[in-house]
């Protein structure tokens, strides 16, 4: 997956414009979203606007530590640092960094970044959105590994591996196993958030499943898939035609 859209944030106009020469130049079809000069104009600009595929970020800008400005929006996008100083390097890559260029960039060591960054999206997972499993990938997130739920007099455990499907009935959010079902604190949106999309898919409003229940995969009309579960012969679910791209890809990974 090649990236589109670029902000580049840097203080400095003479490197600012060498830069988008260089990247001009390497990635013809790139878009240059902005240039933003300090953090207090970052970060207004990143609340105002769709997030970018991509910042190139200088670390020292006019009013502080470009590191400032991740403390005040949540940037949901990779970036690339570049500096005149080597001190902050490890501290970067805590930030969603996928390279680090010491300036001048030369033209070289840019296209070597960018090639990174591109290899992380080809070879990663397909976990909803790239750049959600790009920012997965470089930031591994714990994910919920079992469910306590009320049992009797007490409590009991259930393993999410051990799950075949979540769903909802009227209203309330059960858990099925293979066996029986069991009742779910959670949302199905809140639950989406905590199991790990390798794992889990949100095969639309009703269900989230697990890939191994997943027995056998069937075209529908108008692009559509019918999906059969194990074990749950009576519970056939439709993945819409703006999914089944999305799904084919999960269960091919």
Not at 40 to 59: F, Q, R
Not at 117 to 143: D, R
């Amino acid at each position: 997956m090649k990236f589109r859209k670029i902000l580049i944030v840097e203080d400095e106009k003479p490197n600012a414009d060498r830069l988008k020469r260089l990247i001009l130049k390497l990635r013809p079809h790139a878009e240059i979203q902005s240039v933003e000069d300090s953090i207090a104009s970052s970060v207004e600009w990143l609340e105002n606007n769709p997030m970018p595929d991509l910042i190139m970020m200088d670390v020292r800008l006019s009013d502080g530590l470009s590191f400032e400005i991740f403390t005040k929006v949540d940037v949901r996008c990779p970036v690339i640092f570049t500096t005149a100083y080597d001190e902050y390097a490890v501290k970067a890559f805590k930030y969603n960094s996928v390279d680090y260029l010491l300036k001048p960039v030369e033209e070289e060591e840019l296209e070597a970044a960018l090639q990174r960054y591109e290899g992380f999206m080809e070879s990663i997972p397909f976990v909803g959105t790239a750049l959600e499993g790009l920012l997965n990938y470089i930031q591994p997130k714990e994910f919920r590994k079992r469910f306590l739920i009320s049992h009797k007099d007490g409590y009991k455990t259930i393993l999410t591996e051990d799950i075949l499907y979540f769903f909802t009935d009227l209203g309330i959010t059960k858990a099925q196993l293979i066996k029986s079902s069991e009742v779910i604190p959670q949302t199905l949106e809140e639950l989406e958030k905590q199991l790990d999309p390798k794992s889990f898919f949100r095969a639309n409003r009703q269900y989230i499943i697990n890939i191994n229940s997943v027995k056998n995969v069937f075209n529908d009309f108008n692009g559509k898939l019918k999906i059969e579960l194990i074990n749950q012969p009576e519970a056939e679910l439709i993945i819409s035609r703006e999914k089944a791209s999305s799904f084919k890809a999960w269960m091919d990974f």
